[in-house]
Each structure stands twice: as structure tokens, then as C-alpha cells.
């Protein structure tokens, strides 16, 4: 069972350059998230899409796009990379604990991205 | 959206101390989830808190969940150098609602 896959694990573009950060997940969850993760800050959300066929806006938007492809797949573009987009970027998936729960998430490996 | 402040952002301890880390709002929490982050790792659920003053405990890890439910804590007893990561608290709605993190209380142990 892999649970949720990221490609790449590692990528270095230059200003202006664009990439798309895939995610697959086999877990058959309904829900798919990107965060962003640099020092200090956490875990900032990007976007989410709380099931198949719908996506919405998290913290930092701004500078993404995102594509639910079908069920297993979340995909994060890039059009104009920036050097502030330089960061560990995580994809999870989730699915309703019970009524009272939130969604517990399930985080792939990350890919490191770098900007220059 | 919900929000929460976790502190502290550091702690260093030495093997065998104890070691505890907050999660506050100013909103009243549906729940709250605690995960855990190896170094050069990805975020590991641990364990997630609904009720008011909820209490669980793993090991000799201890969640708490205020009872107001605008604060939980996660305490470590006999910290070990396998506790080393960071530790993150994280809140959302039911259902499908997204997910918000905290800072996050980056943890290393002295051995």
C-alpha cells in the first residue's frame, strides 16, 4: 500500500520557469490538500479539494494552480516560478474520521523545490 | 477559518526531562489533531482530540484538550532521542473542511 506518492522528489528551476508537482494517493480518499512548508512557518495550505471535481483556495494561493485530475490525483502548477516559491511542498489525503472528526491526514514524502 | 498559536517554536532538553507543547485559539475547536515530523521527514499523524477535557495518552506521550476546547497540549515524559522532530497541533472542521496547522515546536533532545 503506498499511500500517497509525490513526483518529483527534487527539483531546481530558474525564475520563470514552469513545473507541475504531482500527487497520487490509493487510499480512495475523497479529499486532497498541498501545503507548503518552510522554516518557521509550519505548514501553509496552497490549495485543497475537498472531493472529486471541486477545488478551493487555501492561505497561499497565489503564484499556483491546482487540478483535481480524477479521484486519485492532485496536481500543483507552477506557471511562473519565483524564488519565494522555493520550499518543501506536501501533498496529503484525507477522509472523514466520523461526525464529530476532522479529516485525519495522510502526507506523502514532499518535494523540494528550488528556485533561482 | 480557524487559527491556532502553538508555542514554543524551540525547545532543547536533555534526554530523561520532560517536554511540553501548547496549542491555543481564540475560537472554540470542533477538534484538534497532533502530528509529528522526523527530520528531512513528512508530518505522521499522532493523534486526534473532540471531546472537552479529553485525555489520551500514548506511551509516554499525553494529549490534552481544554476543556473550553480552545487549547490542547501534548506532554512527553522521559523525552528519549527518538522523540526528536517537530511537533505540529492542527484544527479543522468536519467534513470536508480544510486543514489549518500551527507553527509547529521543533524538539531535539540532548543525550
Known amino acids: 500500500n503506498a499511500g500517497v506518492t509525490q513526483t518529483p522528489k527534487f527539483q531546481v528551476l530558474k525564475t520563470g520557469q514552469s513545473m507541475t508537482l504531482q500527487c497520487a494517493q490509493d487510499?480512495?480518499?475523497?479529499?486532497m490538500y498541498w501545503y507548503r512548508q518552510d522554516p518557521g512557518m509550519g505548514l501553509r495550505l496552497i490549495y485543497y479539494?475537498?472531493?472529486?471535481?471541486?477545488?478551493d483556495k487555501g492561505e497561499v494561493p497565489n503564484g499556483y494552480n491546482v487540478s483535481r485530475l480524477n479521484k486519485r490525483e492532485f496536481s500543483l502548477r507552477l506557471e511562473s516560478a519565483a524564488p519565494s516559491q522555493t520550499s518543501v511542498y506536501f501533498c496529503a489525503s484525507s477522509d472523514r474520521t466520523g461526525a464529530s472528526g476532522a479529516n485525519v491526514l495522510t502526507f506523502g514524502a514532499g518535494s523540494r523545490l528550488t528556485v533561482l | 477559518g480557524q487559527q491556532v498559536m502553538q508555542i514554543p517554536q524551540y525547545q532543547h532538553v536533555q534526554e530523561g526531562e520532560d517536554f511540553t507543547t501548547y496549542c491555543n485559539s481564540s475560537?472554540?475547536?470542533?477538534?484538534i489533531q497532533w502530528y509529528k515530523q522526523r527530520p528531512g521527514g513528512h508530518p505522521v499523524f499522532l493523534i486526534q482530540?473532540?471531546?472537552?477535557?479529553e485525555v489520551k495518552k500514548q506511551k509516554r506521550l499525553t494529549f490534552q484538550f481544554g476543556e473550553a476546547k480552545k487549547n490542547s497540549s501534548l506532554h512527553i515524559t522521559a523525552t528519549q532521542t527518538t522523540d526528536v522532530g517537530t511537533y505540529f497541533c492542527a484544527v479543522g472542521g468536519g467534513g470536508y473542511q480544510k486543514v489549518t496547522f500551527g507553527t509547529g515546536t521543533k524538539l531535539q533532545v540532548i543525550p
Open positions: 482530540l473532540v471531546k472537552s477535557g
Open positions: 487510499m480512495n480518499h475523497n479529499s
Open positions: 479539494s475537498a472531493s472529486e471535481g471541486t477545488t
Open positions: 475560537t472554540t475547536l470542533s477538534n
